[in-house]
C-alpha cells in the first residue's frame, strides 16, 4: 500500500505518510472514554491483549510508563512463535490520559538497542466525552527507513493493532463505569 504525502487510507484508521517529515501518522476515533483507552494502552495487563497485528502475540518484560521508564516486549507471529522480534521504548513524557512521548527502537534479545532503528514516538489522546481519538506520530531517521517500514507492513500492522485497542476496551469488564 503506498500512500502518498497527505493522502489517508479509506479505512477506520486514518493514515498519513509524509515523506518530507519522515513521519507516519495514524489516526483512529474510539468509542471509549479516554481513560478507559488510556488504562488499555499503559497498564501491562491490558497492553498484552492487544498490542500488535492479528495473529501475533505480544510479551510484555517491562512496563514503566514515566519519564525516563521502559516498556520492553517482544512480538512473534503466531504461526512461529520461535521468530521473535525484540522492542524497546523509553519514555520521555507522560501527560496522564492525554499524551505519550517515548522512542521505541528494535532491541537484542537482552534489551540492547539495534543502532538506527530509534524512532521517536508521541501517541496522543482527546476526547469528546464518549470517543476517544487516538493519534500515532511515529518520525523514522530516513526516508528510505519509512519506506521499509511500510514494506514490512508496518501501515497494516498499526491498522490491525488500534482495531484490536478498540475491541479491547470494548469487551473489557471494567472495575467501575469511570474504568479505575
Known amino acids: 500500500m503506498e500512500l502518498s504525502e497527505g493522502v489517508a487510507a479509506m479505512t477506520e484508521t486514518n493514515i498519513v505518510k509524509n515523506k518530507k517529515t519522515r513521519e507516519l501518522v495514524i489516526e483512529r476515533a474510539i468509542d471509549a472514554p479516554v481513560n478507559l483507552v488510556w488504562q488499555g494502552w499503559t497498564l501491562r495487563e491490558h497492553i ?3 498490542w500488535g497485528p492479528n495473529a501475533w502475540t505480544t510479551t510484555i518484560y517491562e512496563m514503566d510508563v514515566r519519564p525516563q521508564g521502559t516498556w520492553r516486549y517482544s512480538l512473534h507471529a503466531d504461526a512461529d512463535p520461535t521468530n521473535k522480534t525484540w522492542c524497546k521504548a523509553v519514555y520521555h513524557d507522560v501527560v496522564e490520559a492525554s499524551r505519550l512521548v517515548y522512542t521505541d527502537s528494535f532491541t537484542d534479545p537482552n534489551g ?4 538506527g532503528t530509534e524512532m521517536p514516538t508521541t501517541v496522543t489522546f482527546t476526547s469528546d466525552g464518549k470517543k476517544t481519538n ?3 506520530c511515529t518520525q523514522f531517521t ?3 527507513a519509512l519506506d521499509a517500514a511500510e514494506q514490512n507492513g508496518m501501515i497494516d500492522g498499526y491498522v490491525e493493532t488500534l482495531a484490536r485497542l478498540e475491541s479491547h476496551v470494548e469487551t473489557y469488564t471494567w472495575s467501575n463505569a469511570d474504568g479505575r
Not at 112 to 115: G, Q, R, S, Y
Open 48 to 50: 498484552a491483549n492487544w
Open 112 to 115: 540492547n538497542v539495534e543502532p
Open 134 to 136: 487516538v493519534v500515532v
Open 142 to 144: 530516513s526516508l528510505s
